[in-house]
């Protein structure tokens, strides 16, 4: 089935570790994207890519980090800099970037605990 | 600017009733709105957009209404069932913009049986 596959779904970090949260999508999708989710504010851009080898900072991109080595596969890694990392990760992808009005499609997200 | 203000944060209605949830914007330059709805644990799954040179467009139950004068937008869900239960998103976007969307804070919907 086509989708976006997030891994893994629950994940428990000690203080001062980094950590990877994988995300692969197979809709041949140019555009990815991660989102971070906190109770009663909404989701907010960690970082975003629109094509191989690039990718640019959202609006809390401190203490993160992510690569776009393959069009299907842009992971992020959550740093110890980070430094209030629990919430809902969720990955994201779309079929052009710059188009708005393109759908924009959603995995099932990760939850990060910070032990 | 980019922010998108969404209200209310929660909203409990009885089956059958018509929940209506409300955002608004500042920036002139959005010109695509879409809602999203997300189920707990889940991710958030487009449900309906709107582009500004309509005034409200409907999909099934669902419809969103359009003020771009006010620059505001609505999401209505009719005859609401309690499966509808989940937290809906708005958001807006600008064409051509890598970025993509800017999501509202979202609105918890609890629809009593």
């Known amino acids: 089935d086509g989708g976006i596959t997030q891994s893994p779904k629950y994940l428990f970090r000690k203080e001062g570790q980094n950590v990877t949260l994988s995300c692969e999508q197979n809709l041949n999708h140019d555009a990815m994207y991660w989102y971070r989710q906190d109770p009663g504010q909404g989701l907010r851009l960690i970082y975003y890519?629109?094509?191989?080898?690039?990718?640019q900072k959202g609006d809390i991109a401190e203490g993160y980090s992510v690569s776009r080595e393959k069009k299907e596969s842009f992971p992020l890694t959550v740093t110890s800099a980070q430094k209030n990392p629990t919430a809902f990760y969720l990955c994201?992808?779309?079929?052009?970037?710059?188009?708005?009005?393109?759908?924009?499609?959603f995995g099932e997200g990760s939850w990060l605990t910070v032990v | 600017q980019q922010q998108v203000k969404q209200s209310p944060q929660s909203l409990i209605v009885q089956k059958g009733g018509i929940p209506i949830i409300n955002c608004a914007y500042e920036n002139t330059a959005f010109d695509y709105f879409p809602w999203y709805q997300q189920f707990p644990g889940k991710g958030p799954a487009l449900l309906i957009a709107i582009r500004p040179d309509v005034s409200e467009k409907k999909e099934g139950r669902f419809t969103i209404s359009f003020n771009k004068s006010a620059k505001q937008f609505s999401l209505h869900i009719m005859d609401s069932q309690p499966g509808d239960s989940a937290t809906y998103f708005c958001a807006a976007g600008i064409g051509g913009s890598a970025r993509q969307l800017t999501f509202g804070s979202g609105t918890q919907l609890t629809v009593l049986p």
């Open positions: 890519s629109q094509i191989v080898n690039d990718f």
């Open positions: 994201a992808s779309s079929a052009r970037q710059g188009r708005a009005g393109n759908t924009i499609y």
